[in-house]
């Protein structure tokens, strides 16, 4: 029987941190010192700290979530890979996620005093806001479960198969934002506050009754979300996303022109 890669349930903290470096600790450690940095004041705040690679998460997702296997080995992106393993952590073990560009200021159990049975996320501005929008969302760069299979959780894995299609034309950021990013968990909260609706008819419910939702700048107490110094990893993929994107607009117009023409030549004869 072979080793497992990742830990058994039984072994993780309800209150575990949850990290991912693809390409696993010692790669990290020697390539961005800085953020392994980041991962070791986390392992020092907290009493369980765990840092996913992607063989950990692959043999995972193979063994617990097979179905959503082929969805996890067909995106064309890790940025894509690194946000659905986020979702499969947390259904898998609960506790909190946290990116790996973020830097530890204090102990996050302070967060969940209060807050010990509901899930948490940061309203936040939206980091794409030049493609999309300057209004405030639900971003998934922090995230906490207070138990394995919360309902939320469960709902976001039913939904990720519905949504991992590109459509046709469909600029490479918007896919990754809508099918698995933070437009993705923004709907899926939506849907989730419908379906407690549904159960609980007496009165009406918000999202603040089905999840809690603290702001930026009160997570900016416990640890900084590098905004302005956003990992090489990052910078990377929206370029590349970005760079594909202008590829899919020039062969668009190139196909409607053609189109244009062909109508011209028809009409002239």
Known sequence: MSTKLYPQQCQVSPFAIHQIWMEGEQHLKEKESKL???????KDL????????????????????????PIYTGYPYDIMRIHLAKYVILNEYGGFFIDIDCVPKQSLYDLIDNNIHRVLLSKDRDPYKKIKSDKKFLSNHFMFSPIPQHPLLLMILQMIPKTAKKKKLEPHLTHFLRSVGP??????????????QREIKSKKIHTSDVVEMIEADILDFYFIH??????????EWIKELRFHDKIVMSSSQVALTIVCVGAVMVILI
């Open 226 to 235: 590098d905004h302005l110094n956003e990992c090489k990893l990052e910078q």
């Open 36 to 42: 392994f940095k980041n991962t070791q004041q986390f």
């Open 46 to 69: 907290h009493d369980d700290h765990y840092l996913w690679s992607s063989k950990m998460i692959g043999q995972l997702i193979k063994d617990k979530y097979d179905d959503l296997l």
């Open 183 to 196: 437009y993705f968990l923004h709907k899926c909260v939506k849907q989730y506050k419908k379906m407690i």
